[in-house]
């Protein structure tokens, strides 16, 4: 059982649809990361959020962090096939030496 | 880009056979991270460590051992390699978990048959 749960796991949209994706845990996080990761590379950070309910923006990526510090959303607006690819939450508790990778959300936009 | 290098970036084994993976890192950051990525499983940790000779497992360490004698090599380590262990090997470097940005090597190929 995954201590993160991301839903859905696969999403094919086509360009300039709105898509929601989902992170949830019953763990508390001090932090919460969003990554995306390319075909035969690496994942990359998205973004950070720390407080209960915080919302933050990158472009048309809006990512909120839930009020009880256990969940995660990303949403985007009007997606482009640029956005495509593997979307990874990840989370730190408290003390914990350890970051936790949800088990992922694979998007494909369509042109 | 982060100064995290992985090497062999793909490998082919055989059941039963040792194999070695390193990590290696110029950014000097205390934390290192090995994962392996399996379809419908995200990345999964494997053993991390803390600093020089400080390390701990993680969900899916069986099978798998570490070591950490310097700053900025990490090395994991099949004593023998199983079908099971074929994935994509991911090693990943912070300053300190959760807060601070995650840095990824490009991965390793492993493919046990």
């Known amino acids: 059982t995954q201590l993160l749960e991301q839903s859905p796991q696969f999403l094919s949209i086509q360009e300039g649809e709105n898509l929601t994706v989902y992170c949830n845990s019953s763990s508390v996080f001090s932090s919460l990361q969003w990554y995306r990761q390319e075909p035969g590379e690496g994942p990359v950070l998205l973004v950070t959020?720390?407080?209960?309910?915080e919302v933050k923006k990158l472009k048309r990526l809006t990512f909120q962090f839930g009020d009880a510090r256990k969940d995660s959303s990303l949403h985007i607006t009007a997606a482009q096939p640029g956005d495509t690819g593997l979307y990874l939450c990840?989370?730190?508790?408290?003390?914990?030496?350890?970051?936790?990778f949800g088990s992922g959300t694979q998007l494909t936009v369509l042109p | 880009d982060a100064g995290i290098t992985q090497s062999p970036r793909h490998k082919v084994t055989e059941t039963g056979t040792p194999v070695t993976l390193r990590c290696h890192q110029t950014e000097n950051h205390r934390y290192m991270y090995w994962y392996r990525q399996d379809p419908g499983h995200g990345l999964r940790l494997i053993h991390y460590s803390y600093g020089v000779k400080d390390t701990d497992k993680g969900e899916v360490s069986d099978g798998y051992s570490v070591s950490r004698s310097k700053t900025e090599d990490f090395l994991l380590t099949l004593e023998s390699a199983t079908s099971s262990q074929t994935s994509v090997y991911f090693c990943?470097?912070?300053?300190?978990?959760?807060?601070?940005?995650?840095?990824f090597g490009q991965g390793t190929r492993l493919t046990v048959v």
């Open positions: 990943a470097i912070s300053e300190s978990p959760g807060n601070t940005e995650a840095f």
């Open positions: 959020v720390v407080t209960g309910g």
């Open positions: 990840a989370g730190a508790r408290g003390s914990a030496r350890q970051l936790t």
